[in-house]
């Protein structure tokens, strides 16, 4: 099957597509991005009539705005959101210590604040250079086909309920985590739900702290701190294991009486809980069908790097397809490749998000005593001081970038050749190093 005439009954003047996105959240929406730089034709079906208001996401990692700036978006992104370039942490009144950002290897020395509402605009409105990108929203995927060539797609008109078919040689799911392409594809996921329940709400900050982060641990709950831009900080604080009391009163009581800080006077907004889960997909492929993002993993939002993860997703996503469109015998061999390296960046990232949130949920005063010892005497030390930030900023994850991955590993020297004549080739890199 190759690009073939699609037809929707109220979108006359639609076209084919080389590449059908199902959903227009962050990571569908940077993928939509990517591929239209490289003059793909491609559709996003997004189910929702209007873009989700919360704020969720807030940490923009330096891998990612090395992505972004490749669609020249980083100093889009980097003037609507607020460098973090310092995270303080404290345990039971006492600071432990300072994390800097401002020396990482990076041309962002920071990490960035920004809400998921703010990035999923910004990358909406960048789709509009693209004339082979098109996005229909209020369009629900229902179902598909693998077909000689290609994917048949069924969707919903959200207002109509009409349903009406599409088709293109490569179907991505980046419908979140709850992903109906996963299921329909028939692709397990291996999950597990963590016990923790936070509470978080951004407040209009008088806090004083500026575009620091904060770290507050204690005996009895553990609460963050983040900048926001336009004058906004967000707070999170481990929910009671006792009273399930999840209300903002207990987050402002919380944060009062653990930090000093009396947020009740101040406005809030976005006031969620949210659990914690670890989920990944038992293969990122089937056929024509890929997935990104948090379709394909879930990790502890506590350690801020899902919506990255899926970012990185989308860069190799990006790189592989247009060479598959025009050579698609080497499908198998690339969505292997996909999936392995995929596979071991999520690994990575999602065991590091667990380990940090189970340090920083550790209750009780002996448990405290031996994260303090752990984070000062440790973490802190003149040993591993150094190697924290970049931790943190996500650039000790392998494969981090694509110009990350040798190029001998992600597809054949042949193929690769061909195809990615340019392909910024890793020095440092090698098989061993990258542990696959
Ligand atoms: C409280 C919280 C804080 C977080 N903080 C961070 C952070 O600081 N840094 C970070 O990296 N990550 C963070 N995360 C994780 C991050 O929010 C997710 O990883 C990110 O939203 C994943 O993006 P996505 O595009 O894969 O999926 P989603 O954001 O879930 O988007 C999926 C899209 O698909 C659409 N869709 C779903 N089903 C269909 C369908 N059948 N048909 C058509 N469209 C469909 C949805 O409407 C949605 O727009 C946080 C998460 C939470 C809950």
Same mark, same amino acid.
């Given at each position: 099957?190759?690009?073939?005439?699609?037809?929707?009954?109220?979108?006359?003047?639609?076209?084919?597509?080389?590449?059908?996105?199902?959903?227009?959240?962050?990571?569908?929406?940077?993928?939509?991005?990517?591929?239209?730089?490289?003059?793909?034709?491609?559709?996003?079906?997004?189910? #929702?009539?209007?873009?989700?208001?919360?704020? @969720? /996401?807030?940490?923009?990692?330096?891998?990612? !705005?090395? $992505?972004?700036?490749? &669609?020249?978006?980083?100093?889009?992104?980097?003037?609507?959101?607020?460098?973090?370039?310092?995270?303080?942490?404290?345990?039971?009144?006492?600071?432990?210590?300072?994390?800097?950002?401002?020396?990482?290897?990076?041309?962002?020395?920071?990490?960035?604040?920004?809400?998921?509402?703010?990035?999923?605009?910004?990358?909406?409105?960048?789709?509009?250079?693209?004339?082979?990108?098109?996005?229909?929203?209020?369009?629900?995927?229902?179902?598909?086909?693998?077909?000689?060539?290609?994917?048949?797609?069924?969707?919903?008109?959200?207002?109509?309920?009409?349903?009406?078919?599409?088709?293109?040689?490569?179907?991505?799911?980046?419908?979140?985590?709850?992903?109906?392409?996963?299921?329909?594809?028939?692709?397990?996921?291996?999950? #597990?739900?963590?016990?923790?329940?936070?509470? @978080? /709400?951004?407040?209009?900050?008088?806090?004083? !702290?500026? $575009?620091?982060?904060? &770290?507050?641990?204690?005996?009895?709950?553990?609460?963050?701190?983040?900048?926001?831009?336009?004058?906004?900080?967000?707070?999170?604080?481990?929910?009671?294991?006792?009273?399930?009391?999840?209300?903002?009163?207990?987050?402002?009581?919380?944060?009062?009486?653990?930090?000093?800080?009396?947020?009740?006077?101040?406005?809030?907004?976005?006031?969620?809980?949210?659990?914690?889960?670890?989920?990944?997909?038992?293969?990122?492929?089937?056929?024509?069908?890929?997935?990104?993002?948090?379709?394909?993993?879930?990790?502890?939002?506590?350690?801020?790097?899902?919506?990255?993860?899926?970012?990185?997703?989308?860069?190799?996503?990006?790189?592989?397809?247009?060479?598959?469109?025009?050579?698609?015998?080497?499908?198998?061999?690339?969505?292997?490749?996909?999936?392995?390296?995929?596979?071991? /960046?999520?690994?990575?990232?999602?065991?590091?998000?667990?380990?940090?949130?189970? &340090?920083?949920?550790?209750?009780?005063?002996?448990?405290?005593?031996?994260?303090?010892?752990?984070?000062?005497?440790?973490?802190?030390?003149?040993?591993?001081?150094?190697?924290?930030?970049?931790?943190?900023?996500?650039?000790?994850?392998?494969?981090?970038?694509?110009?990350?991955?040798?190029?001998?590993?992600?597809?054949?020297?042949?193929?690769?050749?061909?195809?990615?004549?340019?392909?910024?080739?890793?020095?440092?890199?090698?098989?061993?190093?990258?542990?696959?």
């Amino acid at each position: 099957m190759g690009a073939q005439s699609t037809v929707f009954p109220d979108h006359p003047e639609s076209s084919a597509a080389d590449v059908i996105i199902v959903g227009g959240g962050p990571v569908g929406l940077l993928l939509a991005n990517l591929l239209g730089s490289a003059h793909v034709r491609t559709w996003v079906f997004e189910k #929702r009539e209007t873009p989700l208001e919360s704020s @969720m /996401a807030i940490g923009v990692t330096p891998p990612s !705005l090395e $992505i972004l700036k490749q &669609l020249g978006l980083d100093q889009a992104f980097s003037s609507a959101g607020v460098p973090v370039r310092y995270a303080e942490v404290h345990e039971s009144g006492t600071r432990l210590g300072r994390l800097a950002f401002d020396h990482l290897p990076s041309d962002y020395p920071f990490f960035l604040s920004i809400p998921q509402a703010r990035t999923v605009e910004i990358l909406r409105e960048s789709l509009r250079r693209f004339s082979s990108v098109r996005i229909r929203d209020g369009t629900e995927f229902m179902g598909l086909t693998q077909e000689q060539g290609g994917v048949k797609v069924v969707l919903r008109d959200a207002r109509t309920r009409v349903t009406f078919e599409t088709q293109a040689p490569f179907v991505v799911g980046c419908d979140g985590h709850r992903s109906a392409v996963r299921e329909i594809a028939e692709l397990r996921v291996r999950e #597990r739900t963590y016990r923790q329940r936070f509470v @978080m /709400a951004d407040f209009l900050d008088e806090s004083g !702290l500026g $575009i620091e982060a904060r &770290l507050f641990f204690t005996p009895e709950a553990s609460v963050e701190s983040f900048p926001l831009p336009g004058g906004w900080r967000r707070w999170i604080v481990l929910g009671d294991e006792w009273s399930n009391d999840m209300s903002l009163q207990y987050l402002t009581r919380t944060v009062q009486r653990l930090t000093g800080f009396n947020l009740s006077r101040h406005s809030a907004r976005f006031v969620s809980k949210f659990g914690a889960r670890r989920m990944l997909v038992n293969r990122y492929y089937a056929g024509r069908v890929l997935l990104a993002g948090d379709a394909a993993h879930v990790m502890s939002s506590i350690g801020g790097q899902g919506m990255n993860t899926g970012f990185a997703d989308a860069e190799l996503a990006a790189a592989l397809l247009p060479g598959l469109l025009k050579n698609p015998i080497r499908i198998p061999e690339a969505f292997a490749t996909y999936d392995r390296i995929r596979r071991r /960046a999520c690994n990575v990232a999602a065991n590091r998000a667990e380990r940090g949130m189970w &340090l920083g949920t550790l209750r009780g005063h002996f448990a405290s005593a031996f994260r303090k010892h752990l984070i000062r005497d440790v973490l802190f030390s003149p040993l591993l001081r150094s190697r924290l930030a970049p931790h943190f900023a996500m650039l000790t994850i392998p494969f981090r970038n694509l110009n990350q991955v040798p190029p001998e590993l992600l597809i054949s020297h042949e193929f690769n050749h061909a195809f990615y004549p340019e392909h910024p080739r890793c020095h440092s890199n090698s098989r061993s190093q990258a542990g696959l």
